[in-house]
């Protein structure tokens, strides 16, 4: 009787603390082009189901315009000439995209003009979460609070309970934020949701 040979590991099999090296890039949260009357700061922090922070998630925001429109611009990302590396971006061109890693306390933040409706849905930014442990990245939306009535027609929110609901709305704060936490399991864990 022969026996294979053990099975090597898999990228998947192997995630560990890599999302902070070569992904990010400089200005990779500021979104929104420099001066922009709509623009909003969305911020807060990736913790585990222990609560921890964590340290070493990188997310990947997605979002339409104030019109509701989803850009359909290139990139806006600047290469030095000399070097070959990123000069970050070109501060003008709004392609609705960024990614942004967490820092050692879990904490994140973007600029990005606040998202119109878009299809029958209130406004909202797609967000992908990849963190240490996850075999496969994780995505979710974050929802502004307003307006009101957005939210309570929108299909997604209203099959939720007001629990479940309550972990994909951002909180207003003075001067324009938001914050909103992930929680990647655990109490009040966000929801995420699963695309075929």
């Known amino acids: 009787m022969t026996t294979s040979p053990p099975a090597l590991p898999t990228p998947s099999h192997t995630v560990g603390p890599f999302y902070g090296y070569a992904l990010p890039f400089p200005g990779g949260g500021d979104i929104a082009p420099a001066g922009h009357p709509d623009t909003i700061t969305l911020h807060g922090d990736v913790r585990d189901g222990a609560g921890h922070p964590v340290p070493d998630a990188l997310l990947e925001f997605w979002g339409p315009g104030p019109d509701g429109e989803l850009p359909q611009r290139g990139g806006s990302l600047r290469r030095d000439p000399v070097t070959g590396g990123f000069l970050g971006r070109d501060g003008v061109t709004f392609t ?16 990005t003009l606040r998202p119109g409706a878009r299809g029958g849905n209130a406004p909202y930014l797609g967000v992908c979460v990849f963190a240490r442990g996850l075999t496969h990245h994780l995505f979710t939306r974050v929802y502004l609070p307003e307006p009101a009535d957005a939210l309570s027609a929108d299909p997604l929110l209203a099959g939720l309970s007001p629990e479940r609901r309550a972990t994909l709305v951002s909180t207003a704060e003075p001067h324009g934020g938001y914050r909103f936490d992930i929680r990647l399991q655990g109490e009040s864990e966000t929801v995420f949701l699963e695309f075929r």
């Open 96 to 111: 609705g995209f960024g990614r942004v890693p967490t820092d050692a306390d879990g904490r994140w933040t973007v600029r």
